[in-house]
């Protein structure tokens, strides 16, 4: 039986979307996970001895941190804004992280439920200094599916 060609994928470039407005220039993407409880159980078997059998628990949420450069797009920042006026509701959306390839084509989708943002930060420089500014945002989800 011969198995099926799988070459490995570079992540050439991230985007993010949101209420179906996909932001594409995300340039890093970390703590991207899927994660679950472990539920221990004792049993005894019929001789007496105590077995501990381990269980799937309940899925946990999970964070990501996505950086980009600072551009003029206020998206984030409106988010940000939104998730701290006591709107919270408002706030709360699903999305989706998508992988692209060198040609901008779609290779991979991390489906989130419920996605708020955390934090906003933005990387100190110094005037005079050469290196490109970024924005880091910090979302928090309930749940992830992979497509």
């Given at each position: 039986m011969a198995l099926p060609r799988s070459d490995g994928s570079?992540?050439?470039?991230?985007?993010?979307?949101?209420?179906?407005?996909?932001?594409?220039?995300?340039?890093?993407v970390s703590g991207?996970?899927?994660?679950?409880?472990?539920?221990e159980m004792k049993e005894n078997t019929p001789?007496?001895?105590?077995?501990?059998?381990?269980?799937p628990g309940r899925p946990k949420p999970?964070?990501?941190?996505?950086?980009?450069?600072?551009?003029?797009?206020?998206?984030?920042?409106?988010?940000m804004k939104e998730?701290?006026?006591?709107?919270?509701?408002?706030a709360r959306k699903n999305g989706?992280?998508?992988?692209?390839?060198?040609?901008?084509?779609?290779?991979?989708?991390y489906n989130l439920a419920d996605v708020r943002p955390k934090s906003l930060e933005i990387t100190s420089t110094k005037s005079g200094d050469t290196t490109v500014l970024t924005?880091?945002?910090?979302?928090?989800y309930e749940q992830m599916q992979v497509e």
């Open positions: 570079t992540g050439h470039s991230f985007g993010l979307e949101v209420d179906g407005i996909v932001i594409r220039r995300i340039d890093e991207l996970k899927m994660e679950q409880d472990v539920v001789d007496g001895k105590v077995v501990v059998r381990k269980l999970g964070e990501v941190t996505l950086t980009r450069a600072l551009t003029s797009d206020d998206g984030f920042d409106t988010w998730s701290g006026s006591g709107r919270a509701g408002d989706a992280i998508i992988v692209f390839d060198a040609e901008g084509a779609p290779i991979k989708r924005e880091k945002l910090v979302v928090t």
